[in-house]
């Protein structure tokens, strides 16, 4: 059970006699700080107005949980109920009011290159919050999620999360792309656009234009069988005129759906232009053409097919940089294990080489706090450090 004592305005500078009841809380175990003794405590560890005093036990142990309000900052700070002692400071920006929101921001894209500087990995998600005066900022690196908040003026770091990611995959065997392309083909005829293998949802997507018709297929990667069947009028499908008959009129010589040749046939005459392996294919119904990115030993080539009648234009030729690949020497588990016990005295619970990252990540428990830590898998060098208190 938690008790709590409200302090009203206890500043670092004033007096704290006669604020709050002088008198210890009683207790099962006894002896421990009383308020007054445990406020003036807090504020020697930080300057600021305590406006919360909260008994609690964490693993046993009796601690006062109080929060301290500063000019820029709010603390939340863990005490010893016992001997005073700072178990845990968590630091907070307090939020920005309306009158400072004329400053100028730090920018999008700073606050997304200070957050990427503290975790290397893909931003998923980065958006101004006005009211509260920071950025949001996601990212995504090596099976987790990290959520910054940063200070839209000053570019401070306020707050970090990680989150490991659940992943769903197909396990398994499929049916295959060319199998689940023959039953939407069978389904409703015509040429396929797009196919491809949703592996988080175990589904075949499959898009097909027939006429003036566009269709969207869910397909079943396991079974085959068709989960979802959407169709709309293209209203961008590539049109000609009939050929041979002069224009005099819409009413004369509308226009009618032309036969695109299909991307298999797009990528064949792209492959007789320039030989070598595609890396990238697409139909950009707009322009009403298949474009191709086809890697030869020593070029990049960009190639535009056109959808009806099968002409070929390359639109662009990049040569390819080579870097040399150094061979790849990790320092191990056994050294980055001792690297970790040097920062965090405790007994390793897990740790993973993450060779994508080139990094160890490694998780150590010393009875009271859980420690993540991430290290380099070439240099050794600590590149995250994390401390908490162990939820079990």
Known sequence: MKKMITALAI?????VSGVVAAAGIQTNSGKILSSEEITKKALSYVKGTVYKVELDKEKGVQVYEIDVRGKSKEYELTLDAKTGKLLEKKTETTKVSNSVNNKKVIGL?????IALKSVKGSVKKAKLDREDGIYEIEIIRAGYEYDFDINAYTGKIVKKEKERISKKVVTGKVIGLEKAKQIALNNVGGTVQKAK??????????????????YDFEIDAKTGKILKKESEVADDVITTTKPNTPNTGDSANPSTPAKVIGI?????????????????????????????EILT??????????AVTGKAMITDKERITKVPNPPTTFIGEQKASQIALTKAKGTITKIELDEEDGVYEIEVKDGMY???????AKTGAILDFEKEYEDD
Request: aromatic share 10%; net charge negative; proline share 0%.
């Open 109 to 113: 894209a700073k606050a997304k290159e």
């Open 264 to 292: 298999t046939k797009a990528k064949e005459i792209a492959l007789q232009n320039v030989n070598g392996t595609v890396k990238k294919a697409g139909y950009d119904r707009e322009d009403g053409v298949y474009e191709f």
């Open 370 to 376: 859980e420690y993540e830590l991430e290290i380099d």
């Open 11 to 15: 500043t670092g500078s004033l007096a």
């Open 297 to 306: 030993a020593d070029y990049e080539y960009d190639i535009d097919v056109d």
């Open 197 to 214: 293998l949703d592996k988080s949802d175990g589904v075949y997507e499959i898009e097909i234009i027939n006429g003036t018709t566009e």
